[in-house]
């Protein structure tokens, strides 16, 4: 969805306040790996936003895979990123291994669909004063694999990962910490490109699916932070961050696949983004108020080599020539102000306000270079902009908006029950990609090749000057856990202990900066079928209820349930991203080993509903939506066992009915793709081995 999520059940606290949100309608386990990891996210996000007033996201916008966590024992193997359910299961018996507070750990997983298998090693020192924990993983031998009806899906991927942590602690109440990630991905394929005719002779046929292969991405993170509890007359809770990103990727169409084309290109993408941030709470009059300053800079370079060749198929194309600016020298400055401060009120009542400046400064360096593009005018830039949004726009752009958030919360200490009800006014400041992208088509018209892009249908062009999104937000959520809930999976007496969490939220979006074909709505009028971003109004709404059961010592159970929909109001229509309804049904049962030690066997039933309301004809819509899919239902099936907590094994199979289906919006790495559905694979194992010493 476009914004970000708020919890189930927001703390009271501002220091649990500072922990990003969830990117969706969901609930994750307090783990310190988890923790860790929304500490990294959020570095390599916005401005360390005080997530009272959630940093908000592009709409369905296709993202690298994820750094954190650096391994996961819940997805062994090559990372399936055409199978994404939106609730997974517990690690079962080999939890008490993987999250052992021991100075090694190590293990290896393997998945038999894709051949992939991932070895991991994590070693924290710690000492009263210093903390050293450095994390290495390398995912090796993904690759292609089967789906249901016995066809081949084109998929692989090697990745390294390692991260360093450095920590030092002089008294109980400062402390520093220094970050580093490396994260490389080699060799990663995507579904490919085909050639699609929208209704019949004399429809629209372009291309879909990806037209490039990223065969190298590397990307690096550090992150400094140092924090003080120390109180300084009216100023406390002192922390002051530190961070940079640089990504680098390379990608072609030639590496990994067939090399007899008529035309070959290679994307060269550079991104850094640096910055930092600096809170403290102020206590005046008794009343606390949380208050940070933050900036960052974000750079972004992208440009394609190559183009239609001169001596015929099976021949490269001049890969010194630039054929696009795709990311000209685009930057964005950006300072942000914000503020938040929580009113207790009488009988367990609390009401939160929050407020946030955000002030930006963008603009594209290399808008006028002139690109070598035969067949289309060997264009800039800044002439893709004009054509589609007016001879007057401009590169350059200064703006400035306010947020603001009131939330009340009720959180009795004698209940088992806590509600929350907000209300927001968020902007979002359109991203470089919206602003910025000019991929160039090779032809104007129709190109009469068929290997190659369909004229116009394959440009991509951002709007300098597109307006921010507005988000006037209710959002809304309850917890209820009578009979002394401890746990998933913990029942401490007679009673029949369960937990009922539910969030819901309804956003009115003004200005919804929305992916579109150019239909004639620019300001030019032009109608050439180009992918272009716009500003439309929206609604977006969701729901989540998660129930969990302890029905006896040994045996727990949980249903979750997530829908949402989205509606582009301005032109009447369905909007893109939006994922059907989806319920996943947990049965899990724990016992014990005479030797020492645990067992659990589990199941997973999800159910996904069919997904008709989707934008993907692109004559009349955007078109990013790959197609309608039917409702599907799969099993899987898991069980564990571990030794006197040092041994763990799991091992789980997939699908085990056999379904034939397409994951509705499966994520990938491209910065920018056609839509495609990738069918999922049949019955499939896979087995993690853990242990720590």
Not at 342 to 356: D, K, M, N, P, V
Not at 504 to 509: C, L, M, R
Request: proline share 5%; glycine share 10%.
């Amino acid at each position: 969805m476009t914004a970000q999520r708020s919890r189930l059940r927001p703390s009271n606290t501002g220091a649990t306040r500072r922990q990003t949100q969830c990117p969706r309608l969901c609930h994750h386990r307090e783990t310190l790996a988890i923790a860790l990891g929304a500490a990294l996210l959020q570095a390599a996000g916005g401005l360390f936003a005080d997530p009272f007033i959630p940093e908000m996201r592009a709409h369905a916008r296709p993202r690298p895979f994820a750094i954190m966590p650096i391994y996961d024992v819940l997805k062994p193997g090559g990372v399936m990123p055409f199978n994404r359910p939106k609730a997974e299961p517990e690690q079962g018996a080999i939890e008490s291994v993987t999250w052992a507070f021991r100075p090694l750990k190590l293990g290896t997983s393997y998945d038999a669909v894709t051949g992939g298998q991932q070895t991991f090693a994590d070693l924290l020192l710690k000492q009263p004063k210093y903390l050293i924990k450095a994390v290495v993983a390398d995912d090796d031998g993904a690759d292609d694999f089967a789906d249901a009806n016995g066809d081949d899906q084109r998929f692989g991927y090697d990745r390294q990962t390692g991260q360093l942590v450095l920590g030092w602690t002089p008294d109980a109440n400062r402390s520093l910490k220094l970050i580093g990630i490396s994260d490389s991905i080699e060799d990663h394929k995507v579904p490919v490109n085909r050639l699609v005719n929208y209704g019949g002779q004399g429809g629209l046929t372009i291309v879909e699916g990806f037209g490039q292969d990223p065969v190298n991405t590397d990307r690096r993170i550090l992150k400094l932070t140092f924090d003080d509890e120390t109180r300084y007359g009216l100023i406390g809770n002192l922390r002051f961050e530190l961070f940079e990103i640089d990504a680098e990727r390379q990608a072609n169409n030639f590496d990994l696949r067939d090399s007899s084309r008529a035309i070959w290109n290679r994307a060269d993408v550079d991104y850094n983004k640096r910055g930092g941030r600096i809170a403290a709470d102020l206590t005046v009059a008794g009343q606390t108020l949380d208050v940070g300053v933050g900036y960052a800079t974000a750079e972004r370079t992208a440009l394609r080599f190559g183009g239609p060749t001169t001596g015929g198929a099976g021949k490269p194309a001049d890969l010194s020539k630039i054929s696009s600016y795709q990311f000209p020298g685009a930057r964005i400055d950006a300072w942000e102000l914000d503020a938040t401060t929580t009113f207790e009120l009488r009988r367990s009542h609390s009401l939160t306000a929050g407020l946030r400046w955000e002030h930006t400064d963008a603009t594209a360096t290399k808008a006028d270079l002139r690109s070598f593009t035969p067949g289309a005018g060997n264009p800039t830039s800044a002439d893709l902009y004009r054509t589609y949004h007016g001879a007057g726009v401009s590169v350059d752009q200064t703006d400035s908006r306010w947020s603001a958030k009131l939330q009340w919360d009720f959180d009795p200490k004698d209940r088992p029950f806590d509600a929350f009800v907000s209300l927001g006014h968020f902007y979002r400041a359109p991203e470089l990609q919206e602003r910025y992208f000019a991929l160039q088509s090779f032809f104007a018209g129709t190109n009469p090749r068929a290997d190659g892009p369909i004229g116009t249908s394959l440009r991509s062009v951002g709007n300098p000057a597109i307006d921010w999104e507005l988000h006037r937000r209710l959002e809304g959520g309850l917890t209820y856990a009578p009979n002394g809930w401890a746990g998933y999976g913990r029942k401490p007496g007679a009673a029949l202990p369960w937990q009922l969490r539910f969030s819901a939220y309804y956003d009115d979006v003004k200005d919804f900066i929305s992916r579109d074909r150019a239909h004639g709505r620019t300001p030019t009028g032009v109608a050439d079928n180009a992918r272009i971003w716009r500003n439309v109004d929206a609604e977006l709404m969701g729901l989540e209820a998660d129930l969990r059961i302890n029905l006896t010592r040994r045996l727990a159970s949980r249903l979750n349930l997530q829908m949402e929909s989205g509606r582009n109001t301005s032109d009447g229509r369905d909007l893109y991203g939006i994922y059907p309804a989806e319920l996943n049904w947990f049965l899990d049962y724990r016992g014990f080993l005479a030797s020492g030690g645990t067992w659990s066997v589990g199941s997973r039933l999800r159910y996904v509903a069919q997904h008709q309301d989707v934008d993907a004809d692109p004559r009349f819509g955007s078109g990013f939506d790959a197609g309608a899919t039917d409702s599907y239902t799969t099993l899987d099936l898991y069980a564990a066992v571990q030794f006197n907590d040092r041994v763990g094994i799991r091992l789980g199979v997939k699908n085990v009915l056999d379904e034939q289906y397409a994951e509705p919006h499966a994520e990938d790495v491209m910065d920018e793709g056609s839509p495609y559905l990738v069918n999922a694979p049949g019955p499939s194992a896979n087995l993690v081995l853990v242990g720590n010493f």
